[in-house]
């Protein structure tokens, strides 16, 4: 045990010790407006630069990221079904799709399925 927390404290100093090292040695960046405006041949653009985002495509892609890791998480599911007791089984599998569902529920509620045009 005592090897385990010197190991894990000599990590944690070489990584301060890194982090701290590489902060100081970084090359210090000055913002000014001629860095920082976009190119278009030395003259002010016409037009903004930042094209409009869609929020509700976003939304759509972070709930579908997250039902997507979700679905990764139920596939081991399968296989503890041979090594576990049919009741445990189900009360776990069904746990985890009420969760998923009372998500989606609330996402509905929410108005983050419904595209405002």
Same mark, same amino acid.
């Given at each position: 045990?005592?090897?385990?927390?010197?190991?894990?404290?000599? =990590?944690?100093?070489? *990584?301060?010790? =890194?982090?701290?090292?590489?902060?100081? &040695?970084?090359?210090?960046?000055?913002?000014? +407006?001629?860095?920082?405006?976009? %190119?278009?041949? $030395?003259?002010?653009?016409? *037009?903004?630069? +930042?094209?409009?985002?869609? &929020?509700?495509?976003?939304?759509?892609?972070? @709930?579908?990221?997250?039902?997507?890791?979700?679905?990764?998480?139920?596939?081991?599911?399968?296989? @503890? =079904?041979?090594?576990?007791?049919?009741? =445990?089984?189900?009360? @776990?599998?069904?746990? %985890?799709?009420?969760?998923? &569902?009372?998500?989606?529920?609330?996402?509905?509620?929410? $108005?983050? &399925?419904?595209?405002?045009?």
């Amino acid at each position: 045990m005592f090897l385990v927390s010197l190991s894990a404290t000599l =990590m944690f100093f070489i *990584s301060t010790l =890194m982090i701290s090292i590489s902060s100081i &040695l970084s090359k210090k960046s000055f913002s000014d +407006r001629e860095k920082s405006s976009p %190119f278009e041949c $030395g003259f002010d653009p016409k *037009s903004s630069s +930042r094209l409009p985002f869609s &929020l509700q495509f976003f939304l759509i892609a972070v @709930i579908f990221l997250i039902f997507d890791v979700e679905i990764a998480l139920l596939i081991p599911l399968i296989s @503890i =079904m041979k090594i576990s007791k049919i009741i =445990m089984f189900i009360s @776990i599998s069904s746990f %985890f799709i009420v969760i998923l &569902l009372a998500g989606l529920f609330h996402e509905w509620n929410q $108005g983050a &399925l419904e595209w405002a045009f």
